[in-house]
């Protein structure tokens, strides 16, 4: 494929001048196999960083870095840890610096930044002698490695951690008391349980809103349940401000303005939503299922579930994000690939993504370790029953253009946040959204004209 020249971002402008860099590079020793018995050569150190710091995180990576270590004693992890809301502009600072740790997380929509910048390993050479390559899902495969990688940049350069995707948490007591049916419904209904569980007196807010970093995100949900999933026609022109669309969001920021979440959480970002519904302050959280983990520690069991997102009010179909949380790549600065690649085996391993995903709650994406009934039972059963649908669609890429990163991490939060703060009218701020992307989507098409526009995808358990 034809490769862009990348600059850096607004974001990464920001970050390079508001961050520092952490410590320097890996240890300049020779890289080598396993030492003979007996030798007296020091161990090659790898530094590994998690991008969503977390006790719960910390625990699983803990098991997971003691069981790689004895298995390979040549080899010692130096884990780091960076909170989700820094990450990308630390990422971006390290990149920018050569000093991105040997094993990187990146998110999935950081991917084309990541690979135009050239920070990051194709990984295939490595990929094609390792041992549980054929046991990925179906989904991980056709979807997270070929579609979205190896058909755009014509390598794997990132190995998902698990499957991500989003269920509606639900308070079950107010939801009995409002009248509201959560079994089968539509955005609409979802709409408008945000307003019938709304209580001011009782301090009870309809839904825990999303105002700050990824508030864009939130309102995609709606938006591709308006476009039959799509981002762009065939020509490249952004879907997003239609009249369907421009009219559902409309209804979502009005959540805000009229009371059916705190007027704080305009300020809120992952952590500040989710303490909201943990706490009793909201009724309904748009979520992943790794926040299940924080509901069982702060509500009783009878007093929330997962629902199935809402279907389309348009086609009944249920458009969803399936992703992946923070996949594995080897840094092209690191000096020890080989041995950074080593343990990427492993932490993509049944053994490794058992533990990974039962500690966090995450969906695996090794079929070995899927085959667990922890997966498909409890509180996980609510993502488990919806991979079930035969009308579950996987969101399409925003697109495969390195300025991807600036919409997500700086434009398009900023354009919500002032459709919030009543600035600019919902169908403004769509049309700008929709400018962005589709300016950027069609330079992309013009200089990659093989790689196809991003679709939707078909997402049942026979998938993945």
Same mark, same amino acid.
């Given at each position: 494929?034809?490769?862009?020249?990348?600059?850096?971002? @607004?974001?990464?402008?920001?970050?390079?001048?508001?961050? *520092?860099?952490?410590?320097?590079?890996?240890?300049?020793?020779? !890289?080598?196999?396993?030492? %003979?018995?007996?030798?007296?050569?020091?161990?090659?150190?790898?530094?590994?960083?998690?991008?969503?710091?977390? !006790?719960?995180?910390?625990?699983?990576?803990?098991?997971?870095?003691?069981?790689?270590?004895?298995?390979?004693?040549?080899?010692?992890?130096?884990? =780091?840890?960076?909170?989700?809301?820094?990450? #990308?502009?630390?990422?971006? $600072?390290?990149?920018?610096?050569?000093?991105?740790?040997?094993?990187?997380?990146?998110?999935?929509?950081?991917?084309?930044?990541?690979?135009?910048?050239?920070? @990051?390993?194709?990984?295939?050479?490595?990929?094609?002698?390792?041992?549980?390559?054929?046991?990925? $899902?179906?989904?991980?495969?056709?979807?997270?490695?070929?579609?979205?990688?190896?058909?755009?940049?014509?390598?794997?350069?990132?190995? %998902?951690?698990?499957?991500?995707?989003?269920?509606?948490?639900?308070?079950?007591?107010?939801? &009995?008391?409002?009248?509201?049916?959560?079994?089968?419904?539509?955005?609409?209904?979802?709409?408008?349980?945000? #307003?019938?569980?709304?209580?001011?007196? /009782?301090?009870?807010?309809?839904?825990?809103?999303?105002?700050?970093?990824?508030?864009? #995100?939130?309102?995609?949900?709606?938006?591709?349940?308006?476009?039959?999933?799509?981002?762009?026609?065939?020509?490249?022109?952004?879907?997003?401000?239609?009249? =369907?669309?421009?009219?559902?969001?409309?209804?979502?920021?009005?959540?805000?303005?009229?009371?059916?979440?705190?007027?704080?959480?305009?300020?809120?970002?992952?952590?500040?939503?989710?303490?909201?519904?943990?706490?009793?302050?909201?009724?309904?959280?748009? /979520?992943?299922?790794?926040?299940?983990?924080?509901? +069982?520690?702060?509500?009783?069991?009878?007093?929330?579930?997962?629902?199935?997102?809402?279907?389309?009010?348009?086609?009944?179909?249920?458009? +969803? &994000?399936?992703?992946?949380? +923070?996949?594995? *790549?080897?840094?092209?600065?690191?000096?020890?690939?080989? *041995?950074?690649?080593?343990?990427?085996?492993?932490?993509?391993?049944?053994?490794?993504?058992?533990?990974?995903?039962?500690?966090?709650?995450?969906?695996?994406?090794?079929?070995?370790?899927?085959?667990? !009934?922890?997966?498909?039972?409890?509180?996980?059963?609510?993502?488990?029953?919806?991979?079930?649908?035969?009308?579950?669609?996987?969101?399409?890429?925003?697109?495969?253009?390195?300025?991807?990163?600036?919409?997500?991490?700086?434009?398009?939060?900023? =354009?919500?946040?002032?459709?919030?703060?009543?600035?600019?009218?919902?169908? =403004? $701020?769509?049309?700008?959204?929709?400018?962005?992307?589709?300016?950027?989507?069609?330079?992309?098409?013009?200089?990659?004209?093989?790689?196809?526009?991003?679709?939707?995808?078909?997402?049942?358990?026979?998938?993945?």
């Amino acid at each position: 494929m034809k490769k862009r020249l990348f600059s850096i971002t @607004l974001a990464g402008m920001m970050a390079l001048s508001l961050l *520092a860099g952490c410590g320097g590079g890996s240890s300049s020793q020779a !890289e080598s196999g396993s030492a %003979p018995e007996g030798s007296s050569t020091e161990p090659v150190t790898i530094r590994f960083m998690d991008n969503m710091a977390s !006790e719960v995180r910390d625990r699983a990576y803990a098991e997971i870095i003691a069981n790689f270590e004895a298995a390979n004693p040549d080899i010692k992890i130096e884990y =780091e840890t960076v909170p989700w809301d820094q990450s #990308h502009s630390k990422l971006v $600072t390290l990149g920018s610096t050569g000093t991105m740790p040997d094993v990187v997380q990146v998110h999935p929509t950081w991917i084309s930044e990541f690979v135009n910048a050239g920070w @990051l390993v194709g990984l295939d050479s490595y990929m094609e002698n390792y041992e549980y390559k054929d046991g990925f $899902t179906e989904y991980a495969q056709n979807v997270l490695f070929d579609e979205t990688q190896r058909d755009v940049y014509g390598d794997l350069y990132v190995v %998902p951690d698990a499957i991500l995707t989003n269920g509606i948490f639900i308070r079950t007591d107010w939801a &009995e008391e409002a009248g509201v049916d959560y079994t089968d419904w539509t955005w609409s209904e979802f709409l408008d349980a945000a #307003h019938k569980m709304t209580d001011p007196e /009782q301090n009870r807010y309809g839904i825990s809103f999303r105002g700050a970093r990824s508030a864009y #995100h939130q309102a995609m949900f709606l938006l591709y349940a308006q476009t039959g999933g799509r981002i762009y026609d065939e020509e490249g022109n952004c879907l997003i401000n239609s009249l =369907e669309c421009v009219e559902i969001f409309d209804q979502y920021i009005n959540l805000y303005k009229e009371g059916c979440t705190p007027q704080d959480a305009i300020n809120w970002g992952f952590s500040e939503m989710c303490s909201a519904f943990t706490s009793g302050l909201t009724g309904m959280l748009n /979520q992943t299922c790794e926040v299940i983990d924080m509901c +069982n520690q702060s509500l009783e069991d009878d007093q929330w579930t997962v629902a199935m997102l809402p279907k389309s009010d348009l086609d009944g179909k249920i458009y +969803n &994000e399936i992703s992946f949380s +923070n996949g594995y *790549a080897i840094a092209q600065n690191s000096e020890h690939k080989d *041995a950074a690649w080593r343990f990427i085996e492993y932490l993509s391993s049944p053994e490794a993504a058992s533990i990974y995903c039962k500690t966090n709650l995450l969906i695996p994406i090794q079929k070995e370790a899927l085959e667990d !009934e922890f997966f498909t039972t409890g509180k996980m059963a609510g993502y488990a029953e919806m991979f079930k649908q035969d009308n579950l669609m996987a969101w399409p890429e925003l697109g495969y253009f390195p300025e991807v990163g600036e919409f997500r991490e700086t434009f398009a939060d900023a =354009e919500v946040q002032k459709c919030m703060q009543g600035q600019q009218t919902a169908q =403004e $701020t769509l049309d700008k959204l929709a400018e962005f992307l589709t300016t950027y989507q069609k330079q992309y098409m013009q200089e990659n004209p093989d790689v196809p526009v991003p679709m939707p995808k078909v997402a049942t358990s026979s998938a993945l």
